[in-house]
Structure formats: structure tokens, C-alpha cells
């Protein structure tokens, strides 16, 4: 049995929005430290930029990232500020 190279990961331009949510909510390890809540918390965020997606207030909830050292609101806060300083 063979198995197939691994798909190419996509890699964004710096000045995308992409890679502008992904490094911001990477920031914050301090606050979410387990990579995969960054991915899921930044994939919410880019489709609410977009639209089509939940406010950060509403998004901490329904992830369910594991927050670590602040608390709910103050996290949704501060995302709220990150993202304001994207759009």
C-alpha cells in the first residue's frame, strides 16, 4: 500500500488579511495556548471580516478555545481591537 505526499499548504502574502488575522491571533499564545483554538478563533475571524461569520464577543463562546491568564470578555476585547486595526 502507498500513500501520497501530504497536500501543499497555501501560504498567504503578508499583506493579506489571511495573514494578518493568523499572525495576530498567534500573538496571544499568552491568552490561547493551544495551537488549534488559534486556528479555529482565526478562521471565525477572517469570516466574520468577510461577513458571513460571528463577533468576536460571540465567537470566544462558541470555539471554545481554551483561554489561559484573562478572561472571556477582556479576550473578546481584545480581539475586537486587534481586528478594528485590520479592517
Excluded: C, H, W
Excluded at 500513500?3 to 501560504?11: G, H, L
Aim: glycine share 6%; proline share 6%.
Amino acid at each position: 500500500m502507498a500513500t501520497k505526499a501530504p497536500s501543499p499548504v497555501k501560504v498567504f502574502p503578508d499583506s493579506s488579511i489571511e495573514k494578518q488575522v493568523y499572525s495576530f491571533v498567534d500573538s496571544l499564545k499568552e491568552f490561547i495556548p493551544v495551537d488549534n483554538d488559534r486556528n479555529r478563533l482565526s478562521y471565525g475571524l477572517i469570516k466574520y471580516l468577510s461577513g458571513d461569520g460571528d463577533a468576536p464577543e460571540v465567537l470566544v463562546q462558541s470555539t471554545k478555545v481554551e483561554i489561559a491568564n484573562i478572561s472571556a470578555s477582556e479576550l473578546a476585547q481584545k480581539l475586537s481591537d486587534g481586528i478594528g486595526k485590520i479592517k
